[in-house]
């Protein structure tokens, strides 16, 4: 670039930085001639070498944004993903979508404002198919299922996996009539993964053994009650927390009555995460999907796409699957 504009490197580099001690038509032609080599400058490292040069004390490299809904859950999330990325060099910022939720554009502004650029994105309490951002600003990643807008890299769950595996932990145990149950009424996209699991099982099985998937956006006491009576399943399958209590209200006692295996035990086995929800069925085995390490890997390649100077939506984004922590228990004989 130096030589094509006829000037030294240290010229050139001054020149793309808009340095006032170069002249303004030497300025001119070195970023001309820039623009046509394709040269885009590289934020990130322009920040620390712009700290390197003056001698300031080093800050924090990058502001991440960790965008979601707000719950006890998803805050243990963010302080997860917050403590990593100090410990890459960078700093957090947490917004609640929902306070943002009337005027979209508003949180575009403050992102703006404050100069963030890498974006952490979910989980959600509810589906999207997209948020109004001004992508080609950002280097976005999303955890989940729940944001399904083209072109982010996705960090999820082996849920479908993870599901089948409970399908053949449950059948060791000599239990014959499974069943799968979840609550469809924020998280459908999660919910078909979970359907898809059960009827995948149910075509490689005898059909007098196979049990219709219970997946509901308005599951009650009452329907449990009457799948329960109708379909006798031996164990049970739930895709979330909230079934496991409809069954016990029923009178079901676990596990003398059927067999439980829950995908999405809240707290982590080493109690690294730890949620506490109440109601929480503390016996329940099943898997824990590692929120913690999901949120750690969208840090890093939040900053991977920032060093590497990958801004905007991406033809081909990747997707990372982070396998869940198998929990055995005492909800099965």
């Given at each position: 670039m130096a030589e094509a504009s006829g000037v030294s490197i240290a010229t050139a580099s001054c020149a793309l930085r808009n340095d006032p001690k170069v002249k303004a038509s030497t300025r001119k032609r070195v970023q001309e001639v820039a623009a046509s080599l394709g040269y885009t400058p590289n934020e990130m490292l322009s920040k620390v070498m712009t700290q390197v040069r003056t001698d300031e004390e080093i800050r924090a490299r990058e502001t991440l944004g960790y965008i979601c809904t707000d719950d006890r859950f998803r805050r243990k999330m963010y302080?997860?993903?917050?403590?990593?990325?100090?410990?890459?060099?960078?700093?957090?910022?947490?917004?609640?979508?929902?306070?943002?939720?009337?005027?979209?554009?508003?949180?575009?502004?403050?992102?703006?404002?404050?100069?963030?650029?890498?974006?952490v994105l979910g989980p959600f309490l509810e589906d999207f198919e997209d948020l109004p951002l001004d992508w080609e600003r950002y280097a976005p990643v999303t955890i989940g299922e729940t944001l399904t807008k083209p072109g982010i890299l996705r960090i999820r769950s082996t849920i479908f996996h993870d599901i089948l595996f409970s399908f053949r932990f449950l059948e060791s145990r000599n239990y014959h009539r499974i069943g799968v149950v979840a609550n469809s009424s924020r998280l459908k996209n999660f919910s078909i993964v979970v359907e898809a699991a059960s009827l995948?099982?149910?075509?490689?099985?005898?059909?007098?053994?196979?049990?219709?998937?219970?997946?509901?956006?308005?599951?009650?006491?009452?329907?449990?009650?009457?799948?329960?009576?109708?379909?006798?399943?031996?164990?049970?399958?739930?895709?979330?927390n909230e079934p496991i209590a409809l069954f016990t209200k029923n009178g079901i006692e676990i596990p003398r009555d059927m067999g439980l295996i829950n995908m999405a035990i809240m707290d982590s086995p080493d109690d690294s995460f730890k949620v506490g929800y109440p109601g929480h069925f503390p016996t329940a085995s099943g898997f824990h999907p590692n929120y913690a390490l999901m949120a750690k890997v969208s840090v890093d390649n939040a900053i991977n796409l920032l060093e590497s100077n990958q801004i905007g939506l991406s033809e081909h984004p990747n997707t990372i699957s982070i396998a869940g922590t198998w929990i055995e228990k005492s909800s099965t004989r």
């Open positions: 302080e997860a993903a917050s403590q990593h990325a100090r410990n890459r060099g960078c700093s957090m910022d947490f917004f609640n979508y929902n306070e943002y939720r009337e005027h979209g554009r508003r949180m575009n502004d403050v992102l703006q404002a404050r100069g963030i650029r890498g974006l995948y099982h149910n075509k490689h099985i005898s059909r007098k053994l196979q049990i219709p998937p219970l997946i509901d956006d308005q599951l009650t006491q009452e329907k449990v009650a009457r799948w329960y009576e109708k379909h006798s399943p031996d164990a049970v399958i739930t895709g979330n």
